[in-house]
C-alpha cells in the first residue's frame, strides 16, 4: 500500500504560479510512474501531467504544456507540479497517483491505470 498526501493548493490571480507537491509513505521502495489529474465542478476528471518511475521521462497534457512542469524526487519520495501562467480554466481539485504497471509514454493520461490516489487539493485560479 501506498498512500499520498497533496499540499500547496490554494487561491491565486491568473498568471500567478503555485507548487504542488504530493508526498508518498508506506510501501515506495517500488517504483512508481506517478501521474497529476484534476477535476474541475461537473467535469470528468483530467490528465495533467506524468512522470516515468526514474523521473527523467514525463508527459503532459495540451492544455499544459509550456506552463507546468512535473518533477520527481526520489531521496524525499515527493512529486512536485510547478504551475505557472495560470488560468481561470486551470481551476480544480488536483489529484496525485501512482500507478506501478504497464503505464507508459502511450497511455499515461489513463486514470484506471493509477493505482493509489491522494485525496486532493484545491486550486482555484480567480480572473
Known amino acids: 500500500q501506498v498512500q499520498l498526501v497533496e499540499s500547496g493548493g490554494g487561491l491565486v490571480q491568473a498568471g500567478g504560479s503555485l507548487r504542488l507537491s504530493c508526498t508518498a509513505s508506506?510501501?515506495?521502495?517500488?517504483?512508481?510512474?506517478m501521474g497529476w489529474f484534476r477535476q474541475a465542478v461537473g467535469k470528468e476528471r483530467e490528465s495533467v501531467a506524468g512522470i516515468g518511475r526514474l523521473g527523467i521521462t514525463s508527459y503532459y497534457a495540451d492544455s499544459v504544456k509550456g506552463r507546468f512542469t512535473i518533477s520527481k524526487n526520489g531521496a524525499l519520495n515527493t512529486v512536485n507540479l510547478q504551475m505557472n501562467n495560470l488560468k481561470s480554466e486551470d481551476t480544480a481539485v488536483y489529484y496525485c497517483?501512482?500507478?506501478?504497471?504497464?503505464?507508459?509514454?502511450?497511455?499515461?493520461?489513463?486514470?484506471?491505470?493509477?493505482?493509489?490516489w491522494g485525496q486532493g487539493t484545491q486550486v482555484t485560479v480567480s480572473s
Open positions: 497517483a501512482a500507478g506501478s504497471k504497464g503505464i507508459y509514454s502511450s497511455n499515461w493520461n489513463t486514470s484506471s491505470l493509477y493505482a493509489y
Open positions: 508506506g510501501r515506495t521502495d517500488s517504483s512508481y510512474t
